[in-house]
């Protein structure tokens, strides 16, 4: 965080300094986690359900703490507050509107968002100093959290944004106002409080009205609800895909024996071949987007290709594929799952398996409403489509995945509901053979579990 004076916080978040001089200064970073603080920062506590952070104020402070942020006096230097969430968004308003040479890149979408993050974030270091810390920081804590991490030295600032609700990223773009903007997808991840995915594309392209007339609005050209996104923003478009409608085009998709695309990388009449690092057809998109917003941001279409071709995984399990001394591929997706993200994930196990047996442990997704039982059974027919050997569902709630499987006619495939990961596990590991492939996705629910246990220690994070 840029230095700023208790009293100057003070002000911004209309709070009051104790314990201290108005004068003293925040040097260093901001941190909600007490372990985390180093030397000059501030330690925001928050008082949760289970564990009150002002009980921990003074060893924040014993660590190196300049000041803390609280909703009580704590007995040490700092800034007491009405509602701490509500100043953490203040102050990232006040270190914004200070770095006058700051690029802000605000990025949202159903699925693909954090590791899309991390791509642009990888892309952009190479033209300057870049903040994209690792992990989904895309909430009304963890955007604030991530814009305070800026300093005199940022150039680029790269936020991803959340939504389960109307006004959410409006909210966040108020944080922070991007001058790009990337919008993905639109899918049925969290349907439950949208309603329908015409209500997603409503919240999701609060982005680009937010976005100015001199900005670059990054649109999905595959996804018609993203690319009709293109009448909601003053700034220029640029249209990402495989259409032939997309300014940034990739052609001559191909995918090798791991998985890994390659494509021709096309734009204004000149042409690049890209051959990724990562797997999943469906990074093709993604780091369609993150090449959109690195040209935005002055990187030169030469410098491209190698540039896409050495991104790789930041944030863990999001498609960390991983091969056992035995033998055993194991792709760890298992951090969340929607329906659009699980398909990808299932074309990514079908398209790696090179006729090798295929294993898909699938938990529950969540967030779908109505759409659950309908949600859980397409992506069943989908892995029985593509010819997944055997799916492992994790809960009786993701039950409806098997019975998906099971109605597509013709499958040979087996499906078992067990009732969660230790149960799943034991189905796994007494059935494996060298040479299987392994998908493990679900939405949070500890379904890592089971990949844990079949990481060797020598893969390990």
């Known amino acids: 965080m840029i230095r700023l004076t208790l009293e100057e916080i003070a002000q911004s978040t209309g709070g009051r300094v104790v314990n201290a001089e108005p004068g003293l200064a925040v040097t260093g970073g901001v941190e909600y986690d007490s372990r ?33 942020l609280s909703t009580r006096d704590t007995g040490q230097p700092g800034v007491v507050v009405e509602k701490p969430l509500e100043a953490l968004a203040a102050l990232a308003r006040v270190v914004v509107s200070r770095l006058g040479d700051l690029t802000v890149v605000g990025l949202t979408g159903s699925s693909g968002k954090t590791t899309t993050k991390d791509y642009i974030g990888q892309l ?90 001199d900005g670059v609005a990054v649109l999905n050209a595959d996804d018609p609800l993203v690319a009709g996104m293109a009448s909601r923003t003053r700034a220029q478009v640029c249209l990402v895909g495989e259409s032939d409608i997309s300014d940034l085009r990739a052609t001559d998709v191909g995918l090798d024996p791991r998985g890994r695309a390659s494509y021709t990388l096309n734009l204004e009449g000149r042409s690049a071949r890209v051959t990724l690092g990562v797997a999943g057809r469906h990074q093709v998109a993604n780091t369609l987007a993150a090449a959109a917003v690195a040209l935005a941001a002055g990187m030169r279409f030469d410098d491209l290709a190698a540039a896409l ?58 967030e ?69 492939v392994v998908l493990v996705k679900g939405s949070r629910y500890r379904t890592w579990d089971v990949v844990d246990a079949l990481r060797p220690e020598e893969v390990r994070p």
């Open 36 to 68: 985390k603080i180093g030397p000059g920062g501030l330690f925001v506590a928050f008082e949760g359900e289970k564990v009150d952070g002002h009980k921990f104020a003074g060893a924040a402070v014993e660590a190196g703490a300049a000041a803390v």
């Open 124 to 213: 952009l270091s190479r033209v300057g100093p870049a903040i994209a810390p690792a992990g989904s920081l895309n909430n009304e804590l963890g955007f604030p959290y991530t814009v305070l991490q800026a300093g005199e030295e940022t150039r680029f600032l790269v936020l991803e944004m959340g939504a389960r609700g109307i006004g959410h990223i409006r909210y966040l773009t108020e944080i922070a106002r991007p001058s790009i903007g990337a919008v993905l997808n639109v899918g049925a991840a969290h349907i439950g409080e949208f309603g329908s995915v015409e209500g997603t594309a409503r919240a999701k392209g609060e982005l680009v009205e937010a976005l100015p007339a």
């Open 309 to 366: 071709g050495e991104v790789g995984i930041v944030s863990g399990r999001r498609m960390d594929v991983f091969t056992r001394p035995d033998g055993v591929t194991v792709i760890d997706d298992s951090y969340n799952a929607n329906p659009s993200s699980t398909a990808a994930a299932l074309q990514a196990l079908a398209a790696m398996a090179g006729g090798r047996r295929t294993t898909a442990v699938l938990g529950y997704m969540a």
């Open 368 to 436: 779908l409403g109505e759409h659950e039982v309908p949600g859980h059974a397409e992506v069943g027919r989908l892995a029985a489509e593509l010819g997944v050997d055997r799916l492992i569902v994790v809960s009786p709630e993701a039950a409806p995945i098997a019975d998906g499987a099971l109605g597509v006619e013709g499958w040979k495939g087996v499906a078992t509901v067990v009732p969660d990961q230790a149960a799943a596990l034991g189905l796994l590991t007494g059935d494996l053979g060298g040479g299987d």
